[in-house]
Nanobody
Framework: QVQLVESGGGLVQAGGSQRLSCIAS????????MGWFRQAPGKDREFVAG??????YYADSVKGRFTISRDNAQNTVYLQMNSLKPEDTAVYYC???????????????WGQGTQVTVSS
């Protein structure tokens, strides 16, 4: 059983930065691919960033602004979010999947989510 715990959400002004963290249960790395999804009010959950193979993959809406990284020794994956926009407001979910993560993925495991609110 994989457990994922996110942290780092909060209120930030447009143009600002925020870093999200997701700590996974031991032995999750490197067996599972890790990534981030988000869900805005009234919208479907959508892919943000993740790994499929060795290279990270980003949604077009965040490319150039968000960076995903990982610390295998700490079982932690990060999402550095820069140049935030009000449309980035959402609950952000950490996810893990045995076969990789991309826009069409249905991850095996989800975290509980952390709220990010970007004010204009």
């Amino acid at each position: 059983q994989v457990q994922l715990v996110e942290s780092g959400g909060g209120l930030v002004q447009a143009g600002g930065s925020q870093r999200l963290s997701c700590i996974a249960s031991p032995r999750t790395f490197p067996t599972y691919a890790m990534g981030w999804f988000r869900q805005a009010p009234g919208k479907d959950r959508e892919f943000v960033a993740g790994w499929s193979g060795r290279s990270p993959y980003y949604a077009d809406s965040v490319k150039g602004r968000f960076t995903i990284s990982r610390d295998n020794a700490q079982n932690t994956v990060y999402l550095q979010m820069n140049s935030l926009k009000p449309e980035d407001t959402a609950v952000y979910y950490c996810a893990a999947d045995l076969y990789g993560l991309g826009p069409e993925s249905l991850p095996d495991y989800w975290g509980q989510g952390t709220q990010v609110t970007v004010s204009s």
